[in-house]
């Protein structure tokens, strides 16, 4: 059954893809049949193992990437590019080791693709952006001298500069320390939250899923489908809701085995 049609709600969506396809020329489909939605303010995350084709669909959610067969619209418009109300994080912080820190997270705000801004407003952006991830102080510092936190705090600064309805987030976390990655992960939900923007992560980790998002979709399969849905209802802060976390894992775990069972 259609994810989107599922909940018999097909209005209000920030992102809606449907019946989405994508194979390489002369390749299998990496995945097909696709249906997909995130509502305003929503974190969704997309969770699945390694080659079910979650990064590569999120490259065509977010515009990076053509689908081979389906329909995607983005704040009501067909989305045939990626979009200046649209934001990306990945694994690898990508900062210009040339800029400081003020520097890269106001990197791009004045490319063509972007709404023309005022430069004092391009400065209060930036500063609010560096102030909501905790950096304020840290303005001047460069690259070389920052933790992998803090890089990724810079990371996160320069997508939330951009005001995005949307921000797509593509395992940002994974590379870090267990401490460091939770304290990102309250970060991503706390910020978000605050500045109204809509979130789909893809991650591979379960417990980062149940964490962070208000849904998480499970993908799975070759070519990759969507199989399962869950509604994270639990109250923030979750970690301590061990007993309701610990069953939807459970869950959760049972459907991926479910899923590698049947592929």
């Known amino acids: 059954m259609s994810i989107l049609h599922a909940k018999g709600d097909i209005g209000g969506w920030a992102l809606q893809g449907q019946d989405l396809g994508f194979a390489y020329p002369g390749a299998a489909p990496t995945f097909e049949h696709i249906d997909i939605g995130v509502r305003p303010r929503e974190i969704v995350a997309l969770l699945g193992g390694s080659g079910c084709g979650k990064s590569t669909l999120l490259r065509v959610l977010a515009g990076l990437q053509a689908p081979s067969s389906g329909t995607l619209t983005f704040l009501d418009a067909p989305l045939t590019a990626p979009s200046p109300h649209s934001a990306l994080v990945f694994q690898q912080a990508s900062l210009l080791p040339w800029l400081n820190v003020t520097a890269n997270v106001g990197f791009g705000l ?4 972007q709404p023309k801004i005022a430069r004092i407003a391009h400065d209060q952006r930036v500063q ?3 102030d909501a991830v905790g950096l304020a102080g840290s303005e001047r510092r460069y690259p070389a001298a920052l ?8 990371a996160l600064a320069r997508a939330l500069a951009r005001q995005p309805a949307l921000l797509f987030a593509d395992e940002p976390f994974s590379a870090l320390d267990a401490i460091t990655r939770a304290d990102m992960q ?3 939900v706390d910020v978000v939250h605050r500045w109204h923007s809509a979130v789909l992560l893809v991650t591979h980790d379960i417990d980062e899923a149940i964490l962070v998002a208000d849904r998480i979709v499970l993908m799975g399969g070759q070519p990759g489908r969507i199989m399962h849905e869950w509604q994270v209802e639990l109250p923030r802060p979750r970690l301590a809701e061990a007993q309701a976390i610990g069953a939807l894992r459970l869950e959760i775990l049972a459907a991926l085995h479910g899923v590698r069972a049947a592929a």
């Open 186 to 188: 309250t970060l991503l």
């Open 128 to 130: 609010a952006a560096i």
């Open 147 to 154: 933790s992998g936190g803090m890089a990724q705090r810079v």
């Open 110 to 113: 004045d490319f063509s693709r």
